[in-house]
């Protein structure tokens, strides 16, 4: 269930009455609209206020906010996390064609292989939550398994073309907020790629007071590792501003656009062959258009 604004969860949950709730993750999405990371953390709460005290929750325990959520569930909690949980991961090995690990759950004595084809940690921890759910139902192991390892291939969710040309380009463009900017980041620098690393990022909407400095702190962070940056729309700009500040990337690897296109005109000389090239944004970036102009290059 996805929401906005506080009580919608609740209005929805009220009629489905679900048996189990799951909270992937409480971050900054839709802060300018709510307030604060606490009002959104309250607001995806709601979910638990309406689940069967006799099924379960299924909460991420390497968020902060999950203490809160766990004294405000009526039901028994599961946890699942990188660094802690119930259900919990060892030896993860990133790649662009997914994540492989280990999931370790029931104080030891379930351990498991995973290979999901979703890559970086926000791939893990779905795989993760996933997993957590799968066993309370009773699944085995090598079922669940099974079923992560499926191809995933939606548009806007790390999705991956290869052009003619040897880029390759990640479509993460689904949507975009600090905390889902900097997991594809890391991303980037972890996986292996013998030619350059380039994220193409748009505006994240709805930050409210907080914009100007998250998009500042999302470019200090980027600039740790890619080898260019191009950015589009007058927040994202801030994203280049803050990379340049941080000194590791050099000014003219960096590339702001006002419109997508501004950067179609000098797409031909921002891109090389052999590029790996990811495009993240806010939905109402529209940042699928960069995706199909270089699918099409």
């Not at 802060?31 to 379960?56: F, H, M, Q, T």
């Not at 766990?70 to 802690?84: A, K, L, Q």
């Not at 991961?89 to 004595?109: K, M, Q, S």
């Not at 620098?189 to 409210?208: I, N, Q, S, Y």
């Amino acid at each position: 269930m996805g929401m906005r604004a506080r009580g919608e969860i609740a209005a929805a949950a009220s009629v489905a009455r679900p048996d189990y709730g799951l909270i992937t993750n409480v971050g900054l999405t839709h802060v300018g609209r709510l307030g604060s990371e606490k009002e959104i953390a309250l607001a995806k709460g709601e979910l638990l206020e309406y689940v069967d005290p006799a099924g379960k929750v299924f909460l991420n325990a390497d968020n902060g906010w999950t203490p809160m959520l766990v004294r405000m569930s009526r039901s028994e909690v599961v946890t699942f996390g990188m660094n802690s949980g119930d259900v919990r991961c060892e030896d993860v090995r990133y790649t662009l064609e997914g994540v492989f690990f280990t999931v370790v759950a029931n104080g030891g004595g379930e351990v498991f292989e995973v290979s999901a084809p979703a890559p970086g940690k926000a791939g893990v921890y779905n795989a993760l939550a996933s997993a957590a759910v799968g066993i309370s139902l009773g699944m085995a192991g090598a079922e669940i398994a099974e079923g992560l390892s499926l191809p995933v291939a939606e548009e806007g969710r790390m999705r991956k073309l290869r052009t003619g040309d040897g880029k390759v380009v990640l479509d993460d463009t689904y949507n975009a907020n600090p905390g889902s900017v900097n997991l594809a980041m890391d991303l980037l620098g972890r996986v292996e790629w013998k030619g350059r690393k380039v994220p193409v990022l748009g505006d994240m909407l709805e930050l409210g007071e907080q914009s100007r400095e998250e998009h500042l702190k999302v470019g200090r962070e980027c600039a740790r590792f890619v080898d260019a940056l191009v950015t589009v729309g007058p927040d994202a700009a801030l994203i280049a501003e803050g990379a340049l500040e941080s000194g590791k990337i050099a000014a003219g690897r960096v590339h702001s656009f006002d419109v997508i296109e501004g950067l179609a005109s000098r797409a031909g000389e921002l891109f090389e062959a052999g590029d790996l090239i990811l495009v993240k944004g806010s939905r109402g970036m529209k940042m699928e258009r960069v995706v199909k102009m270089l699918a099409e290059k």
